[in-house]
Nanobody, 124 residues
């Protein structure tokens, strides 16, 4: 079993930056694919970014490419999402997810474990 806890969300003005962290416990996630998803009010949960267990492969949704960077530190069981040039449309609850399957994928169903989420609000 894997427990995931997100942190780092908050309120920021458009153009600002935030860094989200996802701390894993219960089992080492060094061999897990890790992902970030987000869900805005009234919308479905959507993929944001994912990273392979080694960090050598990443994927991003088009709307965040060039602005967001996913990274991981397996030594401390933590995954990060650096978010720059934030826009009001980035406002959502951001969720961390882990998959025991050895491939980077963008679908919600691919991931086995989820955190509780952290709110990100970007004001215009």
């Amino acid at each position: 079993q894997v427990q995931l806890v997100e942190s780092g969300g908050g309120l920021v003005q458009a153009g600002g930056s935030l860094r989200l962290s996802c701390a894993a416990s219960g089992r080492t996630v060094s061999r897990y694919v890790m992902g970030w998803f987000r869900q805005a009010p009234g919308k479905e949960r959507e993929f944001v970014a994912a990273i392979s267990w080694s960090g050598g492969s990443t994927a991003y949704t088009d709307s965040v490419k060039g602005r967001f960077t996913i990274s991981r530190n397996n030594a401390v069981n933590t995954v990060y999402l650096q978010m720059n040039s934030l826009k009001p449309e980035d406002t959502a609850v951001y969720y961390c997810a882990a998959s025991g399957k050895n491939a980077v994928r963008t679908t919600v169903a691919w991931y086995d474990y989820w955190g509780q989420g952290t709110q990100v609000t970007v004001s215009s």
